[in-house]
């Protein structure tokens, strides 16, 4: 069965400075898609970034960038130039790639705040 | 944000009442899901749908059922609800085809029984 850790229950982090949020997981697939997800107080999640396992290539979205490790099983978020609206709970998610598509796999989350 | 509404938003009711909790989306999804959410806790997905007339049980064990008559419309319902249902309950959709993964999810429904 496939685990997701986020190690980090809260964090907090100055307005424009980076902050990095880790995560591991555990699996036997080779083919597989990682996620970061944000969830704002009171507000819908929202999907932030997106990794597939086969793209040595670690995806970027404007500020949010990911350190992909296969190898050692790591997908870390990195948030750059943090902004007040940044702060959430961040969500890393595993998903098995193909078939009739798997379910999310969710870690316990990491609490952000970005302080002014 | 996604077309994906879930109601109520809110809803405190007393031990033993018969809630359904609604969730409905615009885009045409084949997948649907429903997690549990404790505040600042981690997801446990509780049903999820193929499309209608399937829906399947999660990971986590729940006194609830769902059902899946349209494609858009995935409700909940708890026949007997218990103070151990308290909980934000987390309704979304994907599309299946276009690979990817990438679910969209409501606004969710706090939920307090009382």
């Known amino acids: 069965a496939q685990t997701v850790t986020q190690s980090q229950p809260e964090m907090s982090v100055q307005e424009a400075e980076t902050v990095t949020l880790s995560c591991t997981y555990d699996?036997?697939?080779?083919?597989?898609?990682l996620f970061w997800y944000k969830q704002p107080p009171s507000r819908q999640m929202i999907l932030v970034i997106r990794?597939?396992?086969?793209?040595?290539q670690n995806a970027t979205e404007n500020r949010f960038s990911v350190n992909f490790q296969k190898a050692a099983k790591s997908f870390s978020l990195k948030i750059s130039d943090s902004q007040l609206g940044d702060t959430a709970m961040y969500f890393c998610?595993?998903?098995?790639?193909?078939?009739?598509?798997?379910?999310?796999?969710f870690g316990k989350g990491t609490k952000l705040s970005v302080k002014p | 944000e996604a077309d994906i509404y879930q109601t109520p938003r809110y809803l405190v009711i007393g031990t033993g009442k018969k809630i359904t909790l609604e969730c409905s989306q615009t885009?045409?999804?084949?997948?649907m899901y429903w997690y549990q959410q404790d505040p600042g806790m981690e997801l446990h997905l509780i049903h999820y749908?193929?499309?209608?007339?399937?829906?399947e049980k999660g990971d986590l064990s729940s006194e609830s059922t769902v059902s899946r008559i349209r494609t858009e419309h995935f409700p909940l319902t708890l026949e007997s609800a218990r103070p151990s249902h308290t909980s934000q309950y987390l309704c979304?959709?994907?599309?299946?085809?276009?690979?990817?993964?990438?679910?969209?999810f409501g606004p969710g429904t706090r939920l307090t029984v009382t």
């Open positions: 979304a959709s994907s599309d299946t085809s276009r690979g990817g993964g990438e679910q969209y």
């Open positions: 699996t036997s697939e080779n083919n597989y898609y």
């Open positions: 990794q597939e396992a086969y793209k040595q």
């Open positions: 998610a595993f998903m098995k790639h193909g078939g009739s598509q798997g379910n999310l796999i």
């Open positions: 885009m045409g999804h084949d997948k």
């Open positions: 749908s193929y499309g209608v007339n399937s829906t």
